[in-house]
Every structure is written in structure tokens, then in C-alpha cells.
């Protein structure tokens, strides 16, 4: 069987905080040696050995991605291929596609049918409600057996206070989280939705009132934040908010942790990198929910990514066709994809100083999982070779023509960093060419 | 019939030059276009409506309508068939909409057909500038959404400086439905742009977030907003835009919004009356004081509508030819 060795990588783990240039040795699907110096004698027999140079690059654990959503137009092993291009070990989808995922069945099902030793795992979230009137629990006891990882009705806030109290109580005996897309749907307005145009499009403020669309205002996030911790205060139950995207979202949330409440929450690269700035061309991929927010509320979700309010970074991932965005923005289609824009994106916070390489690797690795409580491979000796190589300062630019998923709000950014290689379970399972051509021989 | 563009005297402006080859908005326009296009607005107005003003022979403009308008769209038709023009128009109200066709595929079925210029009306703020991305002729946006209706602020601007003279320095007051009015956002660029003194009056639930960024002041009591108006300018009330938690009723915004007597003597007592039309009158406005031909510029607005439109239809063909040749 064959050897892998990795030279002089930097082998950047989070967990442990080792931070040291390393030779890394797998064999099989284990890694089998993590050491300053080349260990000869980790390598038995006369097996064939592949070295790769790897000075100048980084090795660190899979990025576990906590927010996707399939929709109903994309192939989930496609989503795959894609992810593990990316860096993306683990991923969680969300449960308001098409077959809905309200059921022990359908999660068993889609962890089975995305079964691949060489792709992406994925795990799912259930839906919290049985229906999208959002009134009836679903069967979160039975869905949590068969797997799924927390309870959430995706992109539609959970908005019955009783149901959501409900929830989390019932949650908390099984130990998974409630994840919420924090929105007062009545005051964005989108409840009325007989009339498309009442419906709210963007952030509320001068923008919005110069464009002509309805605005979203910022408080229908934090209205809805502030309802919820109250609820996680009386049930004891893990509460996690997903893409924070406003100031006060961001002030309430470290209150009630520091207060000792079992809250996390997680943002999305969008929320840290843009504002809502970017609609005045009416360009409909940067129509997302929640919308892009002030440049105020932006560096408020970076505030929050420092001092470790935010605990997570997610793709939020919502692939939409060209069809449904070529439109007027009131008609076009909401979201923007995203897995292939996390990493280097998350990367651009450590190239402007805002946090450390490990805080952001941690950012998307480690605390997705244990915001979750799954395992995932650590980058240890022993363990299961499941990691990925990259490049920290690799220049260059996105381009949406040359990504497999659209629409990106991030077309012509110039960004650093690039994914080199992606190992799952000792299997090369993306490697790309510049590092094909660092095997020594 | 005398063809009196041929005879161009001193006082007679040329046709103007702009720097875009589409009308989407007054936001961003300079105020020498502005100026520029009323004076051959104005010039038009003056013309005996027999003048022979038909210099855009062959020239075709698909007038597209996808939500309702009599007004806009024979003002338009009017404008055009006085230069010469041909006009068709198409109304796509729920047609393609309801047929599933993207707006992209209606833009370029009507791309296909060669117009020169395509005159847009859409509910959806910002659909002009879609079309104008995708086709290859010239947009007039003719309304969209909430967001702008510029040839509308063009001809209240003429009907204005033909009754006061100028504009700079004219206090203003826009008053009623600011949050779903176009009329409003392309009223307040155009006049804030001209130097005018811009007030907007409204109920709170009708006022638009972070307006006063647009350069304006913001009232919401009537007699405040409105004294020493030179310019009192009515919006429709937009109950289709509208949830039901804006207005209580049209008896209580009259009460307080709708123009009276007893309002209005608290603006210059010279002080005009402008409504872009349709109006409710008990809602709005008074119906004395609609009718009343000394202060009511509200037909005026009107006839001004067909002028102001032969001056943009003209000089977006002058536009056009310029880009296509660079």
C-alpha cells in the first residue's frame, strides 16, 4: 500500500493549537505520522512512497459547512463534486427543499443516497414543523435518531412563539439545537405575499427609499432574536441563530451569552464582505435573505467574528438559476450560492488582520461541530486522514463565468488563498494540478 | 402647415444632446440636461399643434405597457405621432407575465422587431434598466415601481417654470403617498437638482425611510409643510401598493392630508396646485380647489406632458446616433 508524505507543511490545528511547519505521513486512511523531522520508520516494506513539497503551504482539518440549501434544481452529489473541490469535508443542509425533510425516512435516505467515501458527508437538519404553517412539531425525537443534526424550518423563521417554545423544550431533551432564520416575517412583509409588491426586498433605509423597493428593517432580526433567548432562558435549550447579519442582532446575542445561556450563532460571508451599497444597480445577486445590511451592521458582524460573539461561518449556500435571476429584482429569485467563495473569503479576514489563521479555520471547522456535537477527523496522528492543503496567498480573482454555481454577489473580487487538495478518509479526493506538480521524483 | 423646425430662429433651442441613450431616471442627470430639455419642451408647447413638426419619419417606438396607464401612454403616442414617429402599442398587462414568459424573453421578442426606441411602463422598481441592458435601442422609463417617472418631474418642472418663471429657490411642498410614489422620487431629484426648496409632507406610514438624505425636509402636518409653499404638489393615494396598515381611511387622511381651504392659506397665497393625475377628489384634494382654474396648474400638467415627451423622444434619437457612431 501506498505512502503519502506531506514535507515541511504547515499543519495548522485549531483543537490543539499546534501551529508548526511539520512532515505529515498517511497510509491507508489514517494519518499515520505528524513530525518535525521526516519520520523514516513510519514507513514500512518497500511500498511506494509519494512526496509532495509542500513548503509555503497549510494543512488543516475539513471545512464543515453548517449551512446549505439545495433548493430543488441542484443534485446533491453535484453539490458534492463541488464542495470537495472547495475544501469541504462535511456539510448540513436544511430541510426546506424538495422532498421537504420532515421525516425519519427522508433523512435516512439522503445520508444514504450521498454515502461516498470520496465526496463531501452530509448530514441534514430536520424540519421543525411538519408543514409550512409552522403550527405542528415534527418528529424530532425519530429524525434525530436516524441523524439529523438540529431542528430548523430553514429559510423561513420559526414564528409562533408557543411553537418555538415547544421546540426548544422537546429539543433539549434530545440534546440537538433549534436553528432559527431570525426574522419578524410579518414586519419585512413578507407575509403579505398575495401581493408581490408589499413584500420586503432589501434593507430598509436611503438605499431602499432610492431604488424604490420595500425595505426589510434591521429589527425584524434582533425582534426576533430577543423573543427567542427569552424562550431558551425558560426551556434551557440550545439556541443557535444563523446568519447574523445586524448590529443589534449581534449585541443581543453577546448579552445573553454572557449571561451563561447555551446560545451560538453562526454569519455567512456576505454579512462580513458586502453592504447593501452594492443594490444600487439593482443587481439581483446580491437579493438575498437576510439582506445585505449597512456598513455599520457590516462591521458589527466583525466585531462579533473577534471577540467570538459569532461562532461560526457558513456558506449559506442557496444556488439560484440564471432564469430566476435575470428579472426585475422584486421578481427575482432570493440567495446566491456560496461554497465555492467560504473559503477564501473567511481567508480574507486574516489578510486584513481581523483575526488569526487558526480563529478562521476554527471558524469553519471545529466550531461548526461542536455547535453540533458530530465528530469529524482531527488533524492528529492516528486519526483519519480527512484534510485539506491550501494555499494561503495565492492571488486571484473570482469570476462568475469560471464557478459551477451561480449566482455569486462576489463577481470580480480580488481575493487570496486556493484549496490545493482535499483528503477524505486518505483518499486524494481533489488535487489540483499545482500541487500535482510539487511531487518530488 | 409650415415645417417651422426648418426655420430655426434665434430664440428656438436646438434639439438636445444627452448623455445616455435612455431616460431610467432623473437621479444622476445634470442640471444643464435638465434645463436643456425644457427649453425645447417649452419650445414645443409654443408650437401651434399644426406646426409641421414631423422630423422622425420611420422612426419606431414600441410604447410597453405592463401595467395600466391611459395618460402616460396617449401622452407618449401624441408625442411621438407629432414628430412623425410610428407608434405601436403593445399593453403585456398579465399577458407573458401570466404566460410564464421570462421579462428577458418579452425584451428580446421585442428587440427582434428592430424599434428604435421602446417607451417602458413596469410595476417592478428598476425593470427599465433590465431592458436597457439586454436590448439594443433606446428606454424611455415611463414608470417603474416606486422608483422613478422622470418625464413626469420633467413636464411638472415646465408646467412650473411656464406659470413661476424659474425654479431655483421655489419652496415646494410634495405632499401624500411619498413611500409607493415615483412621481415623488423623480420630483424630488429633478427639483433638489434645479435648486428648488424641497418639502415632503406625509403621514409617517407614508413617508420613505432616511428621505431626509435625498435632500429634503420632512413634515408630517400639513399646515407645517405647506406654509409658504410657492408649489403645492398632490400624489395619489396608492391603495394597491398599499396593506392596509398605512391609511385608516380616506375621511381621515382628507382630514388631515387632503388639500382644503383652510390648508392651503397657510402657503404663499400665490401658490399653485399640481396633481399628476388620477386624482380622488375628497381624498386628496378639494374638488373646488381642483377645478379652480387660477390655482390649479392640474390640466396644465397634462398638456405640458405631450411637449416635454416630443423633446425627450427627440433627443434621444439625436443620443442614439451619437453613441452608434463613436
Request: aromatic fraction near 6%; glycine fraction near 6%; charge should be positive.
Amino acid at each position: 500500500m501506498t505512502y503519502t508524505v506531506f514535507k515541511s507543511v504547515q499543519v495548522c490545528n485549531p483543537v490543539t493549537n499546534f501551529n508548526e511547519i511539520s512532515d505529515v505521513i498517511i497510509h491507508n486512511d489514517k494519518i499515520i505520522s505528524i513530525s518535525k523531522k521526516f519520520n523514516k520508520k513510519a514507513i514500512k516494506g518497500d511500498n511506494k512512497v509519494i512526496f509532495y513539497d509542500c513548503n509555503g503551504l497549510i494543512m488543516a482539518p475539513g471545512i464543515v459547512d453548517m449551512r446549505v440549501n439545495l433548493g430543488k434544481t441542484e443534485n446533491l452529489e453535484l453539490t458534492q463534486e463541488i464542495a470537495i473541490k472547495n475544501g469541504i469535508t462535511s456539510m448540513v443542509i436544511l430541510p426546506n427543499q424538495t422532498p421537504k425533510l420532515n421525516n425519519p425516512s427522508i433523512i435516512d435516505h439522503i445520508q444514504r443516497q450521498s454515502e461516498n467515501s470520496m465526496l463531501t458527508k452530509v448530514r441534514v437538519y430536520g424540519a421543525a414543523t411538519k408543514d409550512d404553517q409552522g403550527l405542528e412539531i415534527s418528529e424530532l425525537g425519530l429524525m434525530s435518531e436516524m441523524g439529523a443534526v438540529g431542528f430548523t424550518n430553514g429559510n423561513k423563521s420559526i414564528k409562533n412563539s408557543l411553537v418555538m417554545r415547544r421546540l426548544m423544550s422537546y429539543a433539549s431533551m434530545i440534546d440537538r439545537p433549534i436553528i432559527q432564520h431570525a426574522e419578524d416575517d410579518d414586519l419585512s412583509g413578507l407575509t403579505q405575499a398575495s401581493t408581490t409588491s408589499i413584500k420586503g426586498e432589501m434593507n430598509e433605509g436611503e438605499i431602499s427609499t432610492r431604488l424604490g423597493l420595500i425595505g426589510i428593517p434591521s429589527c425584524a432580526e434582533v425582534i426576533m432574536i430577543e423573543r427567542d433567548i427569552r424562550l431558551a432562558e425558560l426551556t434551557g435549550a440550545h439556541y443557535h441563530i444563523a446568519h447574523v447579519s445586524t448590529r443589534d442582532g449581534v449585541d443581543v446575542i453577546r448579552k445573553a451569552k454572557k449571561k451563561g445561556l447555551n446560545i451560538t450563532c453562526d454569519t455567512a460571508p456576505p454579512y462580513f464582505s458586502l453592504n447593501e451599497t452594492s443594490l444600487l444597480t439593482y443587481d439581483t445577486s446580491y437579493k438575498l435573505s437576510p439582506p445585505l445590511r449597512t456598513d455599520e451592521d457590516r462591521l458589527a458582524i466583525i466585531e462579533g467574528i473577534q471577540d467570538g460573539t459569532i461562532d461560526a461561518i457558513a456558506s449559506d449556500h442557496r444556488a439560484r438559476s440564471k432564469d430566476t435571476k435575470i428579472q426585475p429584482f422584486s421578481a427575482a429569485s432570493i440567495g446566491a450560492a456560496g461554497i465555492e467563495t467560504l473559503f477564501f473569503l473567511t481567508l480574507e479576514l486574516v489578510h486584513k488582520k481581523i483575526i488569526n489563521l487558526s480563529q478562521a479555520i476554527s471558524m469553519i471547522t471545529i466550531n461548526p461541530t461542536k455547535i453540533l456535537k458530530i465528530k469529524e477527523p482531527a488533524l492528529l496522528e492516528n486519526e483519519t486522514a480527512t484534510f485539506i492543503i491550501f494555499d494561503k496567498n495565492y492571488k486571484h480573482q473570482i469570476n462568475k463565468n469560471e464557478l459551477k454555481t451561480s449566482p455569486t454577489p462576489f463577481n470580480g473580487r480580488q481575493v487570496k488563498g486556493k484549496i490545493l487538495s482535499t483528503f477524505i478518509n486518505g483518499n486524494p479526493s481533489y488535487v489540483n494540478p499545482i500541487l500535482k506538480e510539487k511531487i518530488i521524483k | 402647415m409650415v415645417n417651422v423646425l426648418k426655420n430655426k430662429s434665434k430664440n428656438s433651442p436646438s434639439p438636445v444632446k444627452l448623455s445616455s441613450p435612455h431616460l431610467l431616471a432623473i437621479e444622476g442627470m445634470q442640471k444643464s440636461e435638465i434645463e436643456e430639455l425644457l427649453d425645447r419642451a417649452d419650445y414645443f408647447a409654443n408650437l401651434d399643434k399644426h406646426s409641421n413638426t414631423k422630423i422622425l419619419s420611420g422612426y419606431v417606438i414600441l410604447n410597453v405597457f405592463f401595467e395600466n396607464s391611459t395618460r402616460t401612454r396617449v401622452s407618449f403616442e401624441l408625442a411621438a405621432r407629432r414628430l412623425g414617429a410610428e407608434v405601436i402599442n403593445i399593453s403585456l398587462i398579465n399577458s407573458s407575465i401570466k404566460k410564464g414568459e421570462s421579462l428577458l424573453d418579452t425584451a428580446s421578442t421585442l428587440n427582434a422587431m428592430r424599434p428604435d426606441l421602446l417607451i417602458v411602463r413596469h410595476p417592478h422598481s428598476g425593470a427599465p434598466l433590465l431592458f436597457a441592458d439586454y436590448l439594443n435601442c433606446s428606454i424611455i422609463n415611463a414608470g417603474d415601481g416606486r422608483h422613478e417617472h422622470p418625464t413626469q418631474a420633467l413636464l411638472d418642472a415646465l408646467t412650473i417654470r411656464r406659470r413661476v418663471g424659474f425654479l431655483e429657490g421655489l419652496k415646494i411642498s410634495i405632499c401624500g403617498d411619498i413611500a409607493n410614489s415615483r412621481v415623488a422620487r423623480s420630483n424630488i431629484h429633478l427639483l433638489t437638482t434645479m435648486g428648488a426648496e424641497v418639502r415632503c409632507v406625509a403621514p409617517p406610514t407614508l413617508m420613505p425611510s432616511s428621505l431626509e438624505n435625498l435632500g429634503v425636509k420632512c413634515f408630517y402636518k400639513m399646515k407645517e409643510g405647506i406654509k409658504d409653499a410657492d408649489v403645492v404638489m398632490l400624489l395619489r393615494l396608492q391603495n394597491e401598493r398599499m396593506s392596509g396598515t398605512e391609511n385608516p381611511s380616506e375621511r381621515e387622511y382628507f382630514k388631515f392630508f387632503g388639500l382644503d381651504e383652510n390648508k392651503l392659506s397657510f402657503a404663499n397665497s400665490n401658490a399653485v396646485i399640481m396633481h399628476p393625475g388620477p386624482m380622488n377628489r375628497g381624498v386628496e384634494i378639494a374638488s373646488v380647489l381642483a377645478d379652480d382654474t387660477n390655482r390649479s396648474l392640474i390640466k396644465t400638467q397634462v398638456e405640458m406632458g405631450v411637449a416635454v415627451r416630443m423633446s425627450i423622444i427627440e433627443a434621444l434619437n439625436h443620443t442614439k446616433y451619437k453613441f452608434l457612431k463613436k
